[in-house]
């Protein structure tokens, strides 16, 4: 899927791990548009001076900018920063074309590379550089911007866990995991196979911060000068890790049918060149079938290599779903179908030649549904709901992962501190709608109205 | 379509302008991958000794690099390239991913964004940072690569002519227009209206420069150590600035239907409230039917603004097909359509409002042959045969462009360097069969087996 690159904390994006990002984006682009978002995009380089505009949001991303100093062999007058977000140079650009409440909402997208600069790199996970798309809007009204920051995070939860089949908890940030900048931020979370959380996108309520820094105002329907309300949003090729570590096992990766760029592969199977020309004859009938059907196939006919280390290739590369056709097969006029996932009654089942579209695409469609349902399992199995500060010490004890904890805490940093020096827990996210009624902190006792996740997360 | 940036020499694509480069990569993406090349990611960042590990690479780009010296707060041991164009890093990971002839060939592109510092903006066609896709290949025979440097040169051809009604001109670049560390450039050139020529897109033959200075190896059939035989090839943002100049007129851009963002625009028209439900409704007809029919449509039911103001606002975007629909309209189940090129017996014809999908259609392939004939005609009307120096100088005289000249050229550089001294033309392309006998050199007189084409160029 990827490599280390010879710089530091970036990595290569190989063709099969490429591959499974441009279905992402396509999905994810589709359903942004639907939104009434439009794409764009802006420059790469920021000007030092313009990320010093919003106070908050310079403290954030000071330790982590890549700056370029020279240009065309001379030193700049002023240094340029690699954008590790663009909310600086976007509202910049805003500040021009807004002027009036016919402007307005301005919804724009940009997928493009960013950069931050990371001392500890973890494929996927947490890269110097690495690919996102950042949505960038501004509104009349606080109400039209709070609506947006929600549409959005709904857009990203029923996008990862319908397309890529991972379950998610969703919910507020504490102000310690805020984005630098923003007055709420929101998120979704999921949880790997070890236990320990991971962001899979956020989406925030920048208020009024950024307008008001970069003057982006517009003259209202009674001529009074107004400072927009705004949003930002994003998801990265982090995804690509969540999708490894959520859905993968000990055989590898196990893909959701629905972004697998392979959705089922055609092993041929055959030992005396006389049983070749019929097994390939029928294998190519149902590449034709399936391509035709919409089905993202490929038929693996290399000579010399066993059909069982094309099966173990195949599987270790996620491929939802294999079918072999040999010589016995063929007599009966039939295919053997093996899921990736091993799940249902069976994990092999046979299916007509002729009806291959209609049972490739049903076991598909379950496929997808059932890697969805396994890791919702796993995510329940490991959420607890510990009673006391030691249930949630105890849970988070070790060095792997501890999974969620859902407990009651007062909102208190000095609390949400008190969790994540003894536990190494974070809030991962506070639920949004919260209707039981007021109990305990888990740490501090008071009364505490709402109830967080907990978790490691890296 | 695009805006100027704080950032020298940076631009921003504004929705309207980056839609139409969405258009041209998810078509062109299809076409590369058709060949076989399937999308990858490299980072961002260069090591600086990497850039110097091909000589002439080196110096071609170095005085276009901008470099990073810090990250994360610390100045680096070793400053790295924003990239210029990614042969170095791509090729330290093919000298990893290479070890054998059935790894070959290897064929990547990637889409991204490069740097290259530029003293001189100009909107698209030169800019500091721009947006392209690269592709690079590797191969086990100088045939067989020098065989795909002249696939994707007509991939390029034909997408160009075919997609974005463009005529080109096609062949090899001059030694003096060369890729630094290619040991061919192939090139397609357009003529703009000013009667200077751009190039579009260019495929090099690297030959073994770049696997020598990367060591990249494989272990052919016989077992024997061989260097792989390489090309890359490459078309930008670029791309929309001949778009417009190529078929832009005094009312601003002319799009070609293949690529326009919306192909046709509905214009509503009514005076008394009375009649505004009942055009509103054919209009909302219109626009499912041609939805369905899969035309990019949209519905200008703005209100407020006369007619005569969104006629002049969606011809200047250039929208090819504008239909307009008024109250004797309905009356007659008609629809008016207006053409944006204006070509055709007359430019405005009506059309059954219940066969509009069949009308439009067919008025937007004719209007995207009429583009390319236009500016095929334009360019044929620009391009001249001067039989001596001084005709040559007189072509080119004066400030603005001086069209094509087909010249016979001994292909010595002293001879090209005189021509550009005294007339500012540059050689464009060679073009690759050539059957004529030969002749005099426009220069020297010397024997000349080949005509190049001379341009001023941007």
Redesign the interface.
Known sequence: MA?Y????G??????EG??I??NIVAELDRRIKRTGA??????????ES?IRKEASHVEGF????????????KELEE??I?RPTSET?IN??FA?WIKSYRDLPLM?NQW??V?R???RTRMFLRT??F?WQEGHTAHATREEAEAETLTMLEVYRAFCEEFLAIPLIVGRKSAAERFAGALETYAIESLMGDGRALQCGTSHFLAQNFSRAFEIRYLDETNQWQYVWQTSWGVSTRLLGALIMVHGDDQGLRLPPAVAPVQAVIVPIWRKPAERDSVLEAAQRGILALTQAGVRCHLDDRAGITPGFKFNEWEMRGVPLRIEIGPRDVAAGEATLARRDGAGSASKVKSPLDRLPESVGALLDDIQKSLFRAAKDAMDAQTHEPKDFNGLAEQMEGEGGGGLAYVYWCGNPACETKIREETRATCRAIPLAQSAPPQSCIVCGEESRERAFFAKAY
């Open positions: 490599d690159s010879p710089v530091r970036c990595i290569v994006f190989r063709p490429f591959a990002w441009e439009r794409n764009a995009y802006f420059p790469l380089f920021i000007p313009f000071s330790p982590e900018l890549a700056v370029v100093t020279h240009g065309g062999g240094p340029l690699v140079i910049h650009m021009q724009v493009c590379n950069v600069w990371e001392m110097s550089e690919l």
